[in-house]
């Protein structure tokens, strides 16, 4: 039982260049999520998945898109990166009201 | 809408003193509320969570939460801290959102705290 794995890592990128996070979860929650976790802000909801071929947006959703590919992957993309994007990306999945399980997160430097 | 509010962005204390970290919360409806804890390059882990069954609520590593309505805060203590406590702490609001299907967390801005030996 791995819980949720996301890939990759680290990743950098130049301005305007496109990549997409990947997240899976072997819990059989129904909904996800994709944070960004910036110094001092905390952690912004980017957009969520209550269901598998449902997904809203977040706070913080522009720059973003999302694809609920099935039960199990919520995978995030950026089409145009910007230095601005350069941050830590978190993906959790939820069943318990509320409860949210966490990857370890992504480290994106956008140059 | 709801919103999270940690009073300190750092707390420092010393080995085997007591530990207080302090959450506000604002919400329309009844809450969920949570803590969370953050090790240094790794995601967060569930450290305890209010659903309305006990106001006091016992968490992880001897930390525990009291709920109090009146004044809309679930501040987060543990009686001696230790070295391994050093982390970054995060209170959450979680209210069911009927227009996404979900509830909807939202998250405070975090307290490092910092343990002194």
């Known amino acids: 039982n791995a819980g949720v794995t996301q890939t990759p890592k680290f990743q950098v990128l130049k301005t305007g260049q496109s990549m997409t996070l990947q997240c899976a979860q072997d819990m059989n929650h129904n909904s996800m999520y994709w944070y960004r976790q910036d110094p001092g802000m905390g952690l912004r909801l980017i957009y969520y998945?209550?269901?598998?071929?449902?997904?809203d947006k977040g706070e913080v959703p522009n720059g973003y898109n999302v694809s609920r590919l099935n039960k199990r992957e919520f995978s995030l993309r950026l089409e145009s990166a910007a230095p601005s994007q350069t941050s830590v990306y978190f993906c959790a999945s939820s069943r318990a009201p509320g409860t949210q399980y966490f990857g370890p997160g992504t480290r994106l430097l956008v140059l | 809408a709801q919103s999270v509010t940690q009073l300190g962005s750092h707390v420092s204390v010393s080995e085997g003193a007591l530990v207080l970290l302090r959450c506000n919360y604002s919400s329309s409806v009844p809450p969920y509320l949570f803590w969370y804890v953050q090790y240094p390059n790794q995601g967060l882990q569930l450290l305890l969570k209010?659903?309305?069954?006990?106001?006091l609520v016992k968490g992880i590593n001897g930390f525990e939460a009291e709920f109090k309505k009146s004044e809309t805060s679930f501040h987060l203590t543990k009686p001696s801290a230790h070295m391994s406590d050093a982390a970054e702490y995060f209170c959450a609001v979680s209210v069911w959102a009927a227009s996404g299907g979900s509830y909807i967390p939202t998250f405070g801005r975090g307290t490092s705290l910092i343990v002194h030996p």
């Open positions: 209010y659903t309305s069954a006990a106001t």
């Open positions: 998945s209550a269901s598998e071929g449902t997904t």
